[in-house]
T-cell receptor, first 110, second 115 residues
Framework: GQQVMQIPQYQHVQEGEDFTTYCNSSTTLSNIQWYKQRPGGHPVFLIQLVKSGEVKKQKRLTFQFGEAKKNSSLHITATQTTDVGTYFCAGGDSSYKLIFGSGTRLLVRP | EAEVAQSPRYKITEKSQAVAFWCDPISGHATLYWYRQILGQGPELLVQFQDESVVDDSQLPKDRFSAERLKGVDSTLKIQPAELGDSAMYLC?????????????FGPGTRLLVL
């Protein structure tokens, strides 16, 4: 079945450093969504990308969808302690359901 | 702001016992999802409802799990009998429709521990 792989599993950065997480699918995706889950919390929707090569920005966060619609990335510029949490990508597959990646846990040293 | 409600927030049970979780989606949301999230992993879809009908339950272990949404509003997920491997967070989410491009709103989850 379709798999969505996410790397790295963990990232520990100094506050102010940049952070990037990558998401790769074994098949072409219809869309990709990104979620953030704070420790002890539930996933919260961040953004959705639909078009090939699409790039969207939310303040310090930049999201990209690959040209082949099989990979995506989330980049955070100048991390802050409030960015701590696990970031999940979720790809829409051909059977119309979201497949979540395993997530990247971000830890930020103040 | 409207939210997805879930109860209980925490549940501790012994193996072979029955457990049930409840979810009330955001008002007006026709689609309801139940996910299971094992510690350190992403959510995995168990069952999807469109109104009162099951759209996808291909990943639901039907020998022990059941889900219903009788009136197309709130939903119950049941496990009977519970096994040690069922320990996980059970998340409910809802969206306006079935279009994958719609945002899914997650509830706070029910954390289940099976002893």
């Amino acid at each position: 079945g379709q798999q969505v792989m996410q790397i790295p599993q963990y990232q520990h950065v100094q506050e102010g450093e940049d952070f990037t997480t990558y998401c790769n699918s074994s098949t072409t995706l219809s869309n990709i969504q990104w979620y953030k889950q704070r420790p002890g919390g539930h996933p919260v929707f961040l953004i959705q990308l639909v078009k090939s090569g699409e790039v969207k920005k939310q303040k310090r966060l930049t999201f990209q969808f690959g040209e082949a619609k099989k990979n995506s990335s989330l980049h955070i510029t100048a991390t802050q302690t409030t960015d701590v949490g696990t970031y999940f990508c979720a790809g829409g597959d051909s059977s119309y359901k979201l497949i979540f990646g395993s997530g990247t846990r971000l830890l930020v040293r103040p | 702001e409207a939210e997805v409600a879930q109860s209980p927030r925490y549940k501790i049970t012994e193996k072979s016992q029955a457990v049930a979780f409840w979810c009330d989606p955001i008002s007006g949301h026709a689609t309801l999802y139940w996910y299971r999230q094992i510690l350190g992993q992403g959510p995995e879809l168990l069952v999807q409802f469109q109104d009162e009908s099951v759209v996808d339950d291909s990943q639901l272990p039907k020998d022990r799990f059941s889900a219903e949404r009788l009136k197309g509003v709130d939903s119950t997920l049941k496990i009977q009998p519970a096994e040690l491997g069922d320990s996980a967070m059970y998340l409910c989410a809802s969206s306006w429709g079935t279009d994958l491009q719609e945002t899914q709103y997650f509830g706070p989850g029910t954390r289940l521990l099976v002893l």
